[in-house]
Nanobody, 123 residues
Framework: QVRLVESGGGLVQAGGSLRLSCAAS????????MGWFRQAPGKEREFVAT????????LHVDSVKGRFTISRDNDKNMVYLQMNSLKPEDTAVYYC????????????????WGQGTQVTVSS
């Protein structure tokens, strides 16, 4: 069992930056690949980024490549999403999730989810 708590969301102007954090507790954090997903109003949840248990493998959706970076600190049981050059279309609730089977773009393959943090980007 893994409990995930996101933080760091907020309101930012287009072009600005935010750093999302996800704190994990419970089971061995380093056993899990981690992912970030987002869901905008009226839209389905979409994949943003994923990172392997060691941090050696990362994947980002094309729409955020070069702007967002996923990272993790296994000593602190934390995963991060650094978001730069934010755009209004990045507005969504952002969720972190844990996957015991490894990195994946597919939300149904994740075992545990946080409650989400709101990111709003104004134009």
């Amino acid at each position: 069992q893994v409990r995930l708590v996101e933080s760091g969301g907020g309101l930012v102007q287009a072009g600005g930056s935010l750093r999302l954090s996800c704190a994990a507790s419970g089971d061995t954090f380093s056993s899990y690949a981690m992912g970030w997903f987002r869901q905008a109003p009226g839209k389905e949840r979409e994949f943003v980024a994923t990172i392997s248990w060691s941090g050696g493998i990362t994947l980002h959706v094309d729409s955020v490549k070069g702007r967002f970076t996923i990272s993790r600190d296994n000593d602190k049981n934390m995963v991060y999403l650094q978001m730069n050059s934010l755009k209004p279309e990045d507005t969504a609730v952002y969720y972190c999730a844990a996957n015991v089977d490894g990195t994946s773009r597919y939300s149904e393959e994740y075992d545990y989810w946080g409650q989400g943090t709101q990111v709003t980007v104004s134009s």
